[in-house]
């Protein structure tokens, strides 16, 4: 996954209207339904303004129904590719578990398939990814790799006992992520590791700058932003 760059300048300075109103809330995260705390409205860098609802129970925060396609057009994937993959990220996300230990990797959400090549390449590794946007679709094309162009569900035709799943900025992305997770754990082999990465809902406060805050409320393209304890 990739999201546009954010633009924080003069026109974003109030971007953030925060607040602290009572809101009907059903958390994605911890599956809590009540009274959750609206903390603030997004009035900038979207189509409408969004309202980010904390949940009493997890302290995650939810965002929006439906995200926006990530990397829809040539010019986005260009610049993913060019500027914003961070190679160096994405290698040290894989060797969190022992390179030797893995014979198959997945990557959900795995945007061009620069952690596929690498991990093809340096490590000899069954590489399969699957990818809905056109970024997917170009990065099997022009790295020659294997990338479904579809999301994830169990009826995706991609097999299982895979050694190690990366899904890397993606779970926030996603309406349901219970059912994505357990998604991901059914493909897991028996003694195989699932790496996740996603911001942290603590950033959002008022405390914290707004380009952090822009950054992983992410508007448009983050469902939910889930809590440490979530």
């Known amino acids: 996954m990739f999201d546009p760059p954010l633009d924080v300048g003069a026109e974003s300075a109030t971007a953030v209207d925060w607040c602290d109103e009572a809101r009907n809330l059903h958390c994605r995260v911890c599956d809590w339904e009540g009274e959750g705390t609206l903390i603030a409205k997004v009035t900038a860098l979207a189509q409408h303004d969004l309202p980010l609802v904390r949940c009493p129970e ?30 160096s990220t994405i290698a040290e996300a894989l060797v969190l578990v022992d390179p030797a230990r893995v014979k198959r990797f997945l990557d ?4 061009y398939g620069f952690a596929l090549d690498v991990g ?51 779970v926030e992305h996603v309406p349901r992520p219970l059912e994505f997770l357990d998604a991901l754990r059914k493909r897991s082999a028996p003694n195989g590791t699932v790496v996740l990465t996603t911001p942290a809902a603590e950033i959002i406060s008022r405390e914290s700058p707004l380009a952090d805050v822009l950054g992983a409320v992410s508007a448009g393209y983050h469902v939910f932003v889930a809590s440490e304890r979530g």
């Open 120 to 170: 093809r390449k340096l490590f000899h590794w069954e590489v399969l990814g699957v990818e809905p946007s056109l970024s997917g679709t170009r990065g099997a094309a022009e790295l020659a790799l294997d990338i479904r162009n579809e999301y994830l569900t169990d009826r995706s035709d991609i097999g299982d006992n895979f050694d190690l799943i990366l899904a890397s900025e993606v």
């Open 108 to 111: 959900v959400g795995c945007n």
């Open 58 to 87: 997890c302290l995650s925060i939810d965002i929006l129904e439906l995200p926006l396609d990530s990397s829809p057009t040539d010019a986005s994937v260009d610049g993913y590719v060019e500027a914003g993959a961070g190679i």
